[in-house]
């Protein structure tokens, strides 16, 4: 076929509009890339809100790539952070992306959304730039140049418009058939949905919604939901839940050996045989030659080496690294910190040994990696193992050299990065630090080196992730990639990479880092700084890396007073480590948990810990969602049972409610008595209708169809925001997440019908009339829309009730007389129940797939009066 997502080309495009310009830095000059021309810019006249740029293409395209050029310097006015919006028409855009440029000379290419959300491309024609804050914050925003890349073919494109245009016109008759269900126009639904043959919701959604909303099975809407959990409809949801952290202190028998307080040292972990290994560090006093094993299974601490120096093993000391090799059970160890007076040319050695776990023996494999190829003698380098091709990576740390040279330069020099192939013990010099000799030489790669960065290894991915770090007094913030079968370096920007600090951990810190390589996760736990001047911000935080969505998490943070010194407390007392650095932390990948050890608290210089925690990370199971739904169905149900059978309500307390709560969780339990004292409330205030809820959404209109007047109306609207946070709250118990699409958007769609209040005496006159044409011949209340005959009410569904539709759902009473509306408070019950239900129905859709339920939008959000 013509055309491919593979044949991206430039894009022409005009200025279309602006939103400012300041002197001869014109909107035209961003078509033009020219680096050393300063006034070949578009600039801002203000940094006031809202700036922008839209541009219009020739024709519609799918835009998959933006370009933005630089000047050949730094400059203050260039973007730190933009989002670029685009769409068929100029007043219906999308977010294509959101970011920001570096402050430097380099262009960057970003890659735009160009699918919709069920995967088809997306054609636009109009693409506009919203700059949002410059790298000087008070400056005007800045675009030196601006090119658009992707597809134009003609045929290729028409294809996809009428593709684009099909969906949106089946969303289209889909909104309506949901206003058209939610209203109860029974008639209009089948016919809209008889005509076009769209389907407002996959069968097994619909017959949720028949069941719960028009039939009120409760029993049977909780089998479905079982039956959808088992099924797996509910799994994605739970995959998009945030972790929950929870430290434990890990606490051996006394009775047993431990190791010593600590810091600089090193952990590694056997995940196969759940084995975490510690090897040396300084206890405040001296550096330390043992060597330690942890069962994990056991919860048990073994000394293994005392003075690992006396078997050929290595002298005492910190900063080193160790990695551990699965396949052949062998410990290797690189690198150590020597204090200045130390520092001799006799001692500045790069040793590299071997530990095989099995035989329980050390091995010397090089006095001096140097001297073979290797690095030289470093500390605060990182180490990571490929098992596979059995080899090891070594990136960074500052080198140590005699302390003569070093106070003749002032300057420090730091290592590039190495590889080791085991089989054939032969170092290779990769990429060189950016101020090594050969660094300019053009065929030669360098990288900028540092200290106390991360440095991961994915195996399925054959890559290594760098990220962090320290090189003098600058603090890196790059996200470096190193591909180990191409050997290609490169810088990856996360999606959600902004000036917003708080949505990437802090530079600065120290950091401790892991990977699971199943889940394609980073994790990264940031602490104390090193540096005594940032020491006043005493904070723990745990962040996530997504490497599928290139997104930043923060899973949690805890801010401790300097006066907050955990380690001078009994441990028990404490719910997490204090903020420390010098610490290490590994992780079991078996079991997912995190192992801390020791660390130096930073207070005073002799004092280390020897603290040792364990950290899981949980996200709500098929359990706790199941738990969840339940609790949701049993309060719909019981409150519906108070209005109208207190006693069975109170049976149904004692069993069916009683049974989901957990009574030994205070905050359940408070729920569950404020569920109890329903039954004690009353139906009316000053004789006006007030709802009976509990933990309930707010209902908007709907609520303020059935509040009461004056001061109890705010009082009603008071309580039932104040129980949709109760139930935000009960669903956080219950560990899982409220869905938070079922907004006041919703309600207001679902009770658009609502009627108003009107005078005691327009009530008196109407009310009778009201009720005999609201009166099925079952004996219950059926409201009516006052234009219809109770005739047409009453019409059947032609599909038997299975289209989603209840012929005789009810509406709030209503009938005009003299501009006035009298309601009847029966039929406003069922009315104000039926509304409650379709807010549950609308939750509980919300935990499955968005491809099997109804649209989470309503026709009311596009109608502004």
Known sequence: MAGTISDIKKLDYDIYKYS????????????????????????????TPPQYLVLKLDRPAIVTKIKFGKYEKTHVCNLRKFKILGGLEEERMVLLFEGGLRNDSIPETFNLKHRTNSGELLPIKFIQIVPLLSW???????????????????????????????????EIVRLFLKHCRQQGYVNSFSALQEETGVKLEDEKMTELHETLVNRG?????????????????????????????????????????????????????????????????????????????????????????????????????????????????????????????????????????????????????????????????????????????????VFG???????????????????????????????????????????????????????????????????????????????????LIYDVNTNELSNMTP?????????????????????????????????????????????????????????????????????????????????????????????????????????????????????????????????????????????QEYEEITKNDPLSAILYLQTKLYDIIDHSDPVQLKEFHKLASLLFKSDTVDGETEPTSLLTCPLATATAATAPVGGNKHKQQRADDDGHKEEENMAKVMRVESPKSVEEADTSSISSMSSSDCSNSQAQQLHGAAAQATEKADGTSLAMNPTITPKQTASKDPEGGRSGTDANAPKPSTSRSCGGIVRNRAVDQQFEMKIRRCLLFNKLVDLMPEALCQPKKNISDFVLL
């Open 217 to 393: 099975d409760f029993k049977k809407t909780e089998e479905m939901l079982m039956e959808f959990i088992e099924n797996g409809l509910m799994d994605n949801y739970l995959e998009r839940q945030e972790y929950k952290p929870q430290w434990n202190l890990q606490l051996t028998p006394e009775n047993e050996p431990r190791p010593g307080r600590r810091g600089g040292h090193q952990l590694i972990i056997d995940p196969m045989t759940s084995t975490i290994y510690l090897y040396g560090g300084w206890d405040g006093n001296e550096d330390l030659s043992d060597l330690w094993s942890y069962d994990v299974k056991a919860n048990r601490w073994t000394l293994i080496h005392e003075h690992s120096e006396l078997l050929d093993g290595p002298t005492p000391r910190a900063c080193h690294k160790m990695v551990y090799d699965t396949r052949n059970s062998q410990i290797f160890m690189l690198g150590r910190y020597l204090d200045s007076a130390s520092r001799t040319e006799e001692n500045i050695n790069s040793d590299f040994y071997l530990y095989n776990t099995i035989t329980k023996t050390w091995f010397l494999i090089c006095n001096d990696t140097s001297q073979v190829g290797g690095p030289q003698l470093v500390f605060d380098h990182q180490m990571c193992i490929d098992v596979d091709k059995q080899t090891i990576y």
């Open 20 to 47: 400012s310009y300041s002197s001869s830095y014109l909107p035209e000059n961003i078509r033009e890339d020219n680096p050393s021309n300063q006034t070949s810019r578009w600039s801002s006249n203000t940094n």
């Open 495 to 635: 999606e959600n990479n902004n000036t917003d600090t708080k949505n990437v951990p802090q530079s600065g810190f120290t950091q401790r880092a892991t990977i699971d390589c199943e889940k394609d996760e980073i994790y990264v736990l940031t602490s104390l700084s090193k540096e005594k001047e940032r020491r006043d911000l005493n904070i723990n935080s745990f962040w996530l890396f997504s490497l599928s969505k290139k997104e930043w998490c923060c899973v949690y943070k805890s801010e401790h007073s300097n006066g907050e010194n955990c380690y001078q407390k009994s441990q028990t007392t404490c719910h997490e480590p204090c903020p420390r650095y010098a610490h290490q932390i590994v992780y079991d990948s078996t079991n997912q948990v995190h192992f801390l050890f020791g660390g130096n608290p930073g207070t005073n210089s002799n004092v280390r810990l020897d603290d040792f925690w364990v950290l899981r990370l949980e996200k709500p199971n098929r359990g706790n969602i199941l738990r969840y739904c339940k609790y949701l169905l049993r309060k």
């Open 397 to 479: 740390g500052r080198i140590l050299e005699p302390k003569n040279e070093e106070e003749t330069t002032g300057q420090y020099r730091y290592s590039g990065l190495f590889s080791y192939h085991i089989s054939t013990n032969t170092w290779a010099h990769i990429l060189v630090d950016c101020e090594h000799p050969t660094a300019s030489s053009p065929y030669v790669q360098s990288i900028r080196s540092r200290v106390t960065h991360s440095m991961l290894f994915h195996h399925k991915h054959r890559k290594l992730y760098i990220f962090g770090g320290q090189r003098g007094k600058d603090y890196m913030t790059d996200f």
């Open 136 to 170: 000087g914050p008070s400056f005007n925003f800045c675009i030196w140049y601006v090119e658009l890349l992707g597809i134009e073919d003609s045929m290729f494109i028409l294809s996809n418009l009428r593709k684009y245009n099909m969906l949106r016109e089946v």
